[in-house]
Structure formats: C-alpha cells, structure tokens
C-alpha cells in the first residue's frame, strides 16, 4: 500500500501518489526557521504540563498486532529542524517528567533516527513527543512543519481491517496523534485553525459512529469523553481565529447538557472570559455564581474593575490582596494596574521582586520587558540581564527538586 499524500497548496490541488520505496518528499526547513534559538533558561521548579491540546499518547490496547507498514519516509533525518544540542540526555521519560522538553525533542529525534529497528507504535509514540514538546515550548511553527511528513493521515494508508482496538479504531496512529497532526496540518497548509474546525467536525461524525457501534459499557464512556474533547478543541479554535461569539454560543451549548458541578464551573468561566474580551461585562457577571466569586475572596470583583476601566479602584482592590491566598496573582495585576496609571517605576520593583522571589513566569517576564522598553534605551541589555536572572533561579529550583521548565526567547521579548 502507498504512504499517503497530502495536497500542500489550493483547494483544486491533488498531490501525486507515491509507491513505498518512493514515499512523500519532506518539507525542507526554511532558512529563518533552519534552528531554533535557545535561551540561557534551561531549568524551573515547576514542569509544564502537557496542556488538554497535547494529551500524552494513549496506550495501545489492540487485540491483534498492528501490521506491519514501512514507516521509513518517516524516519529521514531531512523530516526534522535541527536543533542544537546543549549536553548529552539517554532518559527520554525522566526528561519528559521534568519538563525538560526541547532535549526531549532532540532525543525523539536521535532515537528514531539512529535505531536500527522500531516497531510502528514505537515511532508513532516518539514523533508525537517530538511534535507535542515543539509545541509545549513555544515552537508550534516548526511542529506544523514537521507534521507535514505525514501526508493525509486520513489515508487508508494509516488504516488496517486486520486491526481493531477494544474500542474499534482500526487507525494505526493514536487518537491523540491524530487530532494533534490534524490542528498542525491546518496551521502549515492553511495558515489558521480553520483546517483542523473541518477535521475536528469529521472526527467527531467517526466518534459518533463509533459510539453506536460499541457494545461495551466502557467504550462508549470512552468515545463519549472524546466527542466532549472535540468540541472543546473545536472552542479553542474559534477563539484562535478570532470568532469569539460562536466559541460562546457553543461552550454555552455545553453547559445545557453537563452533569458536574466542577465541569460546569469550568465552562462558565470559559464564557465569562470570552464575554469579558468581547467587552459584554454584564453577560460575564451573569455567568459568575455567587460560590465562584465567594471562593476567589474579591478577585473576580478586581479584575472586573480592570475590565472595566477602573484602574485606580482596581489598585486599591489588589493592594487589599497582597498578602493573602492570591498573592502572585494580585502582585502581578498590580503591577499591570499601576503601569496603565502611569507609576513605571513601582510597577518595575514590583515585578522584579517577583522575579528575584523565583517566581518567573511568560506573563510576568514579558510584561517586565515591555516596562524596560518604555523607560530606558538599554532595554535590549536588561532583558539579556533578565533572563540570566531567570536562568539561575530555574537551575537553582532544578537542583533542589530535579524539575525544570524550558522559557524561550519570546518570554524575555527577544
């Protein structure tokens, strides 16, 4: 059976088929895009996890073997970025649990590569860590790119009748490798989420289906949480592209049917954000229940303020939550507070105590650079000077509890 193809340019394309010992032609790396620039942050206290987007790999739970396929256009060095190594790593599991994932890449990378033999769900398993770690770290660019090896994953290439897991699926990729090629697939062929709405939407007519055909109790409960998990991603995409009404009308949708308070507390929230950036703020406060603004102690009434234009209210609210269970989130929303009134310089010894305090995070190191662009015109050497702060207290944290977090250039707005 031929590897599959997949049309790279318009809609009235049709890619040209290939025979096995002449599989797709990979996409070469462009030249701003050849290696990934890496900053001096290698370690934190506090992994990434894998976000709802980039679940772990599911485990195989086939009753029959999956056949055998060659695999060999997948395993091309030329299918990958290269990345510049920074040290030696073997454990590609204790790198994964330690957020360590730009070396996780590399080391997916290496392995399939160099192994003289991987069975199938061996590769499969290694290219969706090297796809999800580009993505986790902040280079979804070059994970689109890279996808593309694949081809049409809906090909019946990827498809076997010799096969069937307990919950049906004769696909010999994950279900989570494919909703992952599907949304980068979209991003490297389309430029937006608008490709993986339409896949998300096919999936979801293959969920149902599969939930009709199952028997057993616990695989319909199964593809019952993954139609729930599409249209999730089918939400997160609507907002990606900017259409924020129909993300709320279909979240709301969600609310009507869900039996759990915790989930349902969730998805309110969801709303109340997307109501919030559409600036509709008394369709926010109607979703807030009075529980969620009880357990929050006045956060929620702070960053309505916010919302609202009232930065001066809006200190004086935060300033009443220094101190208490909300302490990081109130220092930082001070500080943002206080540059929209105009007090620079409290706004930056806010925020660089934080930093010193060891707690760097994305929205607090690049808020922190935009305030040295604003004052100063060494901004550029401040920034380098930030991220070496940040460099030494992620190592640091990394020494004391052997987990570590990678922060890139764009976290320092470099």
């Excluded at 939550?321 to 310089?345: K, P, Q, S």
């Amino acid at each position: 059976m031929d590897p599959p193809d997949l049309a790279r340019s318009g809609s009235g394309s049709t890619a040209k088929r290939h025979t096995s010992e002449n599989p797709p032609t990979s996409l070469a790396p462009t030249p701003e895009a050849a290696a990934i620039p890496i900053p001096p942050t290698p370690s934190s206290a506090h992994p990434i996890p894998l976000s709802p987007q980039t679940p772990l790999p599911e485990r195989s739970r086939s009753r029959s073997p999956t056949p055998t396929v060659d695999l060999s256009f997948l395993l091309r060095p030329e299918n990958f970025h290269p990345i510049p190594p920074r040290t030696s790593f073997t454990n590609l599991p204790l790198l994964l649990r330690q957020g360590n994932y730009i070396p996780a890449a590399i080391l997916a990378v290496k392995i399939l590569t160099t192994a003289p033999s991987l069975p199938s769900q061996r590769i499969f398993t290694l290219l969706y860590t090297r796809l999800a770690c580009l993505v986790v770290s902040g280079h979804e660019t070059l994970a689109a790119q890279e996808s593309l090896m694949f081809g049409d994953i809906h090909s019946p290439f990827y498809f076997s009748t010799s096969r069937h897991d307990d919950d049906g699926n004769s696909c010999i990729l994950s279900w989570s490798l494919r909703l992952l090629l599907a949304r980068l697939q979209a991003l490297a062929v389309g430029g937006d989420p608008r490709g993986a709405v339409q896949s998300y939407y096919d999936f979801g007519a293959y969920a149902r289906s599969q939930y009709k055909r199952s028997s057993a109790p616990g695989s319909k409960v199964l593809w019952k949480r993954r139609l729930r998990d599409l249209g999730y991603r089918t939400g997160n995409s609507l907002v990606a592209m900017g259409d924020l009404e129909g993300a709320r009308r279909l979240y709301e949708s969600f609310i009507t049917g869900t039996q759990g308070d915790e989930e349902k507390a969730v998805l309110e929230g969801w709303v109340a954000m997307l109501c919030i950036r559409m600036g509709d703020l008394e369709g926010a406060k109607r979703w807030i229940d009075a529980r969620l603004t009880q357990r929050k102690d006045g956060v929620l009434d702070a960053l309505f303020m916010m919302a609202e234009g009232r930065e001066e209210d809006a200190v004086a609210a935060w300033r009443g939550l220094l101190g208490g269970e909300y302490n990081i989130l109130a220092r930082h929303n001070l500080a943002v507070c206080l540059i929209y009134t105009g007090a620079l310089a409290e706004a930056t010894d806010l925020m660089e105590e934080m930093v010193d305090a060891g707690n760097a995070f994305h929205a607090l190191t690049f808020n922190l650079a935009t305030v040295y662009e604003l004052r100063t015109e060494q901004a550029r050497e401040r920034k380098v000077a930030l991220a070496g702060r940040v460099a030494d207290h992620l190592r640091q944290a990394a020494r004391e509890d052997g987990k570590s977090v990678e922060m890139v250039n764009g976290d320092f707005k470099l």
